[in-house]
Nanobody, 124 residues
């Protein structure tokens, strides 16, 4: 059974950087639309960044210019490079996949398979 697995979370000071990775065993992620989402305690899950199978990307306004989503090749993991982190970025970050969409989507309802998530904590 295919599993989506995230890694790379941790504790970082404000202004620091982290890079999250997402893999799915037995799959070529380039064939799918992929997204990164986060959920902070007491808040709804929100889309952070998404990339479609054709390489188009979209970002939430709150992270645009600081975060970058990428897939380096057909067999590459999905990455989320997070720079200039702020305490408000603290959350559990999850990646998700779905068959290719017409456009990259930040809506959780667009995705059907999710990883367990990785904790990102930004201290002030």
């Amino acid at each position: 059974q295919v599993q989506v697995v995230e890694s790379g979370g941790g504790l970082v000071q404000a202004g620091g950087s982290l890079r999250l990775s997402c893999t799915a065993s037995g799959l070529t992620l380039a064939d799918y639309a992929m997204g990164w989402f986060r959920q902070a305690p007491g808040k709804a899950r929100e889309g952070v960044a998404a990339i479609n199978s054709d390489g188009r990307t979209t970002y939430a306004a709150s992270v645009k210019g600081r975060f970058s989503i990428s897939k380096d090749g057909a067999e590459s993991p999905l990455y989320l490079q997070m720079n200039n982190l702020i305490p408000e970025d603290t959350a559990i970050y999850s990646c998700a996949r779905t068959p290719a969409l017409l456009a990259p989507s930040l809506s959780p309802r667009s995705y059907w398979q999710w990883g367990q998530g990785t904790q990102v904590t930004v201290s002030s």
